[in-house]
């Protein structure tokens, strides 16, 4: 302590260390809240209804084709209602929902997002959802996805403002398993028509990174 | 070139006094202790992370100012060394 | 001049960077990547992930999940990326542990398959993924993006690291 710089140094590290352990109970406090009184990770619950597939076929590498081969891609419509405020606490940066879909293809289990959201306020942390549709086109990554069982979840991820992330699943509810129609032959050319319409629209730019 | 650097280096130092030193240093332990728990506290009981940063800021920035300028009463008490004798009477 | 003095201080020196380099290393061998620490360069996880926000990453996974955010490097490319799992399938043909991934920013409006090379539409957990990101602590690297983007900011940083070791000699 006996020069300036000394003791501005000490001061810093002092203050730097300190404010590792705030870091260390605002981790820790709002790890608590998540579990009491109301545990989240069992108690959030969804709802879901309505899920429809559509299906389309189409040939471009940005919808899964590869060789020129076209591809299956599927999209859905859905119910959705849940409620994500319990997830909002002091260390809460946004909540990242995510739909998605298990199925069984090959032999081994692979799981697409049919959609998702970016929950920023407990304001809006009630998701109610009416013949919404999916945001993404999703194909299977060998065979198609026609006659697949899809099984739906909606998870959730909170993104904290320090500290670890934290993932978690909802308790879905209602019918949440759908089968994709297999597709039929006739429909193979109307749908690639389409494909080439569509692919000439697709000019969205992309941010590296 | 040194010795303008060596001049330099003997502004810079600023000391303060030996009792004071071991002042500062209790003063600052304190102070940051008690800012960083009322700011953690104060925080959860707002739930608002962005009120523990500024408490502690200015918890921060209220022991910088305390302790690290040489203010005149931190240099009071000035060790007196012992003088240098001249050993003539030898 | 005193001699000794300077080689005590030379050697301090490399202390400091010698342990520097193994606190790095270990943590590497601790999370099994080749940068367990990464800085946001891009805003396109936004509002998750601004730019200089530090992501902590671990990659003892064999497996990663949908919805998991994960840092990828291009072939040839130096930048790491991070990007959210959007799928997750396995390849038949392949042995069953390999995985291929679909990544999307949560903030571009559509999936990363533009910006892979070799005209790849997945990648591969094994070869491309770095790390799947655990931990976060906000806006502390954005020192490294400042002295590596703004050369004042560079010189700013070696005029005060030279004044200091100038002047410090403590």
């Given at each position: 302590m006996f020069s300036l710089t000394q003791r501005f140094q000490v001061v810093s590290n002092q203050a730097i260390t300190f404010s590792l352990v705030i870091i260390a109970f605002v981790v820790a406090s709002s790890w608590i809240q998540l579990l009491y009184p109301s545990n989240v990770f069992q108690n959030t619950t969804s709802a879901i209804a309505n899920v429809t597939p559509s299906m389309t076929l189409r040939t471009s590498r940005y919808y899964g084709?590869?060789?020129?081969k076209p591809k299956e891609n599927v999209r859905v419509s859905f119910d959705l209602e849940s409620d994500f405020?319990?997830?909002?606490?002091?260390?809460?940066k946004q909540i990242f929902v995510y739909l998605t879909a298990n199925y069984n293809s090959s032999g081994s289990i692979n799981e697409v997002t049919f959609w998702d959201d970016i929950i920023t306020s407990k304001d809006k942390a009630l998701v109610q959802l009416k013949n919404a549709k999916s945001k993404y086109t999703v194909w299977d990554?060998?065979?198609?996805?026609?006659g697949k069982e899809l099984d739906f979840k909606l998870h959730w991820n909170i993104q904290p403002w320090v500290g670890p992330l934290v993932y978690g699943e909802t308790d879905i509810s209602g019918d949440h398993k759908l089968t994709v129609e297999a597709r039929k032959k006739n429909t193979e050319s109307g749908d690639a028509e389409k494909v080439s319409k569509r692919k000439k629209k697709r000019t969205k730019k992309q941010k590296v990174n | 070139m040194s010795a303008i650097l060596d001049e330099i280096q003997k502004f810079l130092v600023l000391p303060i006094d030996f009792p004071s030193q071991k002042r500062t240093f209790e003063l600052q332990q304190n102070i940051l202790l008690i800012g960083a728990i009322a700011a953690s506290i104060y925080g959860f009981l707002t739930q608002s992370l962005y009120n523990t940063l500024i408490c502690y800021g200015v918890t921060f920035v209220v022991t910088l100012l305390l302790v690290v300028p040489p203010y005149p009463f931190y240099n009071k008490q000035k060790l007196q060394w012992v003088q240098p004798k001249l050993a003539t009477n030898l | 001049m005193n001699i000794r003095l300077e080689l005590a201080k030379l050697l301090n020196l490399c202390f400091v960077f010698a342990s520097a380099y193994m606190f790095w290393q270990g943590l590497s061998l601790f999370a099994n990547t080749d940068s367990p620490i990464v800085v946001v360069?891009?805003?396109?996880?936004?509002p998750a992930f601004q730019r200089g926000d530090v992501l902590f990453l671990w990659n003892r996974n064999t497996q990663n999940k949908v919805g998991d955010i994960v840092v990828y490097e291009n072939e040839g490319q130096d930048i790491p990326i991070v990007h959210r799992v959007l799928r997750e399938h396995h390849s038949k043909?392949?042995?069953?542990?390999k995985q291929f991934l679909l990544t999307k920013g949560?903030?571009?409006?559509?999936?990363d398959i533009s910006l892979?090379?070799?005209?790849?539409?997945y990648l591969s957990k094994e070869k491309d993924i770095v790390g799947t990101v655990k931990g976060y602590l906000p806006q502390i690297g954005y020192v490294t993006i400042w002295v590596s983007e703004s050369k004042y900011a560079k010189y700013t940083l070696l005029a005060f690291l030279g004044l200091s070791s100038l002047l410090g000699g403590e």
């Open positions: 084709s590869q060789n020129g405020s319990p997830l909002f606490n002091w260390n809460t990554l060998e065979s198609g996805l026609s | - | 360069l891009s805003g396109s996880m936004e043909s392949e042995s069953q542990n949560d903030n571009n409006a559509v999936n892979y090379k070799n005209k790849k539409i």
